[in-house]
């Protein structure tokens, strides 16, 4: 079946890269879009950027300068690096599939920007 | 960027009570999806293409809408609908989210 999974470290440094990996089983990355989108403690969703299946991004403008996906698709996998993150990027990371809607998503990774 | 907002923030409904859930588009938007999301839990897709529902979801729920304005209907409101319901739009390779409303039980 379908299923996304988001790995990556709980704390990050002020100023450092956070890197996330969205694991994903079921289907192809070069048939499905994935993206991420984060969510604030207690705060609403913001769509971050997508991998498209054929292997293009397109990024959140207020992002873009920060962001960067990628994907290894011998690995089933799609990376998130954004870079100089402060503590407003404390926040829930999802991945979560494309099907012109966002009908799988994996079940979120929680990230703490702090020293 | 297409803003979408919803209303009300935050309501609660009295189990049987019909509950409609508003979404605002600042452009012109060809469908609009809705998620529902509870306490600790992913979003889960609820309603797609404006009036689809998602496998699993109760037809006492429906969407309905076009242009700038869409909505979430509950015809009779349950316990289990107690959550966060979200719409999303799609335009020019950029979703956006509504900031969500809570709905309560009364």
């Known amino acids: 079946q379908v299923q996304l999974m988001e790995s990556g470290p709980g704390l990050v440094q002020p100023s450092e890269t956070l890197s996330l990996t969205c694991t994903v089983s079921?289907?192809?990355?070069?048939?499905?879009?994935v993206h991420w989108v984060r969510q604030p403690p207690g705060k609403g969703l913001e769509w971050m950027g997508v991998m498209w299946s054929g292997g293009s991004t397109d990024y959140n403008s207020a992002l873009k300068s920060r962001l960067s996906i990628s994907r290894d698709t011998s690995k089933n996998q799609v990376f998130l690096k954004m870079n100089s993150l402060q503590s407003e990027d404390t926040t829930t990371y999802y991945c979560?599939?494309?099907?012109?809607?966002?009908?799988?998503w994996g079940q979120g990774v929680m990230v703490t920007v702090s020293s | 960027e297409i803003v979408l907002t919803q209303s009300p923030t935050t309501m609660a409904a009295s189990p049987g009570e019909k509950v409609t859930i508003t979404c605002r588009a600042s452009?012109?938007?060809?469908?609009m999806h809705w998620y529902q999301q509870k306490p600790g839990a992913s979003p889960k897709p609820w309603i797609y293409?404006?009036?689809k529902l998602a496998s699993g979801v109760p037809n006492r729920f429906s969407g309905s809408g076009s242009g700038t304005s869409y909505s979430l209907t509950i015809s009779s409101m349950e316990t289990e609908d107690t959550a966060t319901y979200y719409c999303q739009q799609w335009s020019s390779n950029s979703p956006t989210f509504g900031a969500g409303t809570k709905l309560e039980l009364k």
């Open positions: 293409d404006t009036s």
């Open positions: 452009s012109s938007v060809s469908y």
């Open positions: 079921g289907f192809s990355l070069t048939s499905y879009n």
């Open positions: 979560a599939r494309d099907l012109y809607y966002f009908d799988y």
